[in-house]
Nanobody, 125 residues
Framework: QVQLVESGGGLVQAGGSLRLSCAASGRTFSRYGAGWFRQGPGKEREFVAVINYSGGTTYYADSVKGRFTIARDNAKNTVDLQMNSLKPEDTGVYYC??????????????????WGQGTQVTVSS
């Protein structure tokens, strides 16, 4: 059974940084891509960043490009999201996601079968 558990959310002032972590279990982690999504108050869930199985390919939403970095450690079965220069509009619940099919990635939520419970990020102005 695949499980994803996020951690690292919290309250931070605009301009600050946070590091989110997603711990995966239940299958061979190194064969699967992983993504981060977020859902702000009153908004739909949106793509943030994705990384392929090896860590060699990453994509970012335009809104976070240059500020956020996604990385993975296949030895520890973790995917991290380093968030710098945070803005109030980055506020939301951040979710880690993983696909059913190995060696695939996507920027649509429909590409992902497994989701974590989410971690709250609040950026104050």
């Amino acid at each position: 059974q695949v499980q994803l558990v996020e951690s690292g959310g919290g309250l931070v002032q605009a301009g600050g940084s946070l590091r989110l972590s997603c711990a995966a279990s239940g299958r061979t982690f190194s064969r699967y891509g992983a993504g981060w999504f977020r859902q702000g108050p009153g908004k739909e869930r949106e793509f943030v960043a994705v990384i392929n199985y090896s860590g060699g390919t990453t994509y970012y939403a335009d809104s976070v490009k240059g500020r956020f970095t996604i990385a993975r450690d296949n030895a520890k079965n973790t995917v991290d999201l380093q968030m710098n220069s945070l803005k109030p509009e980055d506020t939301g619940v951040y979710y880690c996601a993983a696909p059913e099919v190995p060696y695939t990635i996507g920027i649509r939520a429909s590409a992902y079968t497994y989701w974590g419970q989410g971690t709250q990020v609040t950026v104050s102005s």
